[in-house]
Each structure stands twice: as C-alpha cells, then as structure tokens.
C-alpha cells in the first residue's frame, strides 16, 4: 500500500502566502508525477499544478506566476508554494502521484494512482 499525507493547509489573508506539503510511503519502488488538485464548493477537482520525475512541470492558468511546485525524490515528497493567494484559491487541496510498487505482477498491480486525504486552504480577510 502507498499513502500520501498533506500538511499545510490553513486560513490566510488575501495577498498571503502557504506552502503545503504531501509526503508518500508505503510500498515505493519509484515515483513519476507528483501533482497537485484543488475543488472548490460546488466545483469539479480541477489539477493546479503537476512535476514529473525529469522535471517537466505543468501549471493551471490561474496559478502561473503565484504558486511554484517541487519535490525533493529522496523523500518522496511534493511541495506547493502558494503566493499572492486570492480568495479564489479557496478549495481542498488533494495530492495526487503516480507510483511504480516495483511488485511484479501485471501493471495494474504494479503502478498505482494514488491519492491524498486532502488539506483545506481558505482565503479570506
């Protein structure tokens, strides 16, 4: 089993900054991409941010020039600076990383998507 655990999250003033944080553990062989999702009352989950292992990086229009994702593979973990936050940015903040076990077997068992509990962040004076 893998796992990944948020941190970060909060109440913060607009124009305000957070940095959160998802630590994977568990049965990792190797991670791919490292994301970040958010969803908003009444909104579909929508991805902000996403890292792969080589270093592509791939931003939500809304967040280009604010937020600034990271990881650091030794610790299997991702980061997500936040800048500038607007009250627009308030949503539930969800992990998300693809995961090769290193279990043989077929690739369905083997690679997995996995997910976070979520960390919420709220924007607001």
């Known amino acids: 089993q893998v796992q990944l655990v948020e941190s970060g999250g909060g109440l913060v003033q607009p124009g305000g900054s957070l940095r959160l944080s998802c630590a994977a553990s568990g049965s990792i062989f190797s991670i791919d991409a490292m994301g970040w999702y958010r969803q908003a009352p009444g909104k579909l989950r929508e991805l902000v941010a996403a890292?792969?292992?080589?270093?592509?990086?791939n931003y939500a229009t809304s967040v280009k020039g604010r937020f600034t994702i990271s990881r650091d593979n030794a610790k299997n973990t991702a980061y997500l600076q936040m800048n500038s936050l607007k009250p627009e940015d308030t949503a539930v903040y969800y992990c998300?990383?693809?995961?090769?076990?290193?279990?043989?077997?077929?690739?369905?068992?083997?690679?997995?998507?996995?997910w976070g509990q979520g960390t919420l962040v709220t924007v607001s004076s």
């Open positions: 998300n990383a693809d995961v090769d076990t290193g279990r043989p077997g077929p690739p369905s068992y083997r690679y997995l998507e996995v």
């Open positions: 890292l792969t292992r080589g270093g592509s990086t």
